[in-house]
């Protein structure tokens, strides 16, 4: 129940922020459960392991905006244990997920 707790958390301190910024222009991702999507957050895990030698692993992204070819998307992954990032991905063609560019990877800022 704590772990559910905390993860509505973070999507609901994400879902405001996404709501609250001037940059009017990124759209919420309408189905989040597309597979299109789930594929393009974890080429960006992927990509980030490449990048920084990391070994996590994608479960998966659970909410995220999008401007044209863009997309930032909050990922749940993990290594030892469950982290929460912030990705922001390019990609123009969505049939081809797994050719994600990845422009951020951060780590989440939780408000306790």
Same mark, same amino acid.
């Given at each position: 129940? +704590?772990?559910?707790? #905390? ?5 609901? /301190?994400?879902?405001? !922020?996404? #709501?609250? $910024?001037? =940059? ?10 597309? $597979? !299109?999507?789930?594929?393009? &957050? ?6 980030? =392991? *490449?990048? $920084? &030698?990391?070994? !996590?692993?994608?479960? +998966? /992204?659970?909410? &995220?905006?999008?401007? &044209?070819?863009?997309? @930032?998307?909050?990922? #749940?992954? *993990? @290594?030892?244990?469950?982290?929460? #990032?912030?990705?922001? /991905? ?7 997920? @797994? ?11 939780? /408000?306790?």
């Amino acid at each position: 129940m +704590r772990t559910s707790g #905390f993860l509505l958390l973070i999507t609901m /301190v994400y879902a405001i !922020s996404m #709501f609250t $910024t001037s =940059d009017d222009v990124w759209k919420p991702i309408t189905n989040i459960n597309d $597979t !299109s999507i789930q594929e393009l &957050g974890q080429c960006a895990v992927l990509e980030n =392991d *490449r990048q $920084t &030698g990391d070994h !996590s692993m994608f479960i +998966r /992204v659970v909410t &995220g905006t999008e401007q &044209g070819d863009k997309y @930032e998307l909050l990922i #749940f992954a *993990r @290594e030892l244990e469950p982290k929460c #990032f912030i990705a922001v /991905v390019s990609n123009s063609n969505l049939d081809e997920p @797994e050719n994600c560019k990845l422009i951020s990877f951060k780590p989440c800022k939780i /408000v306790e």
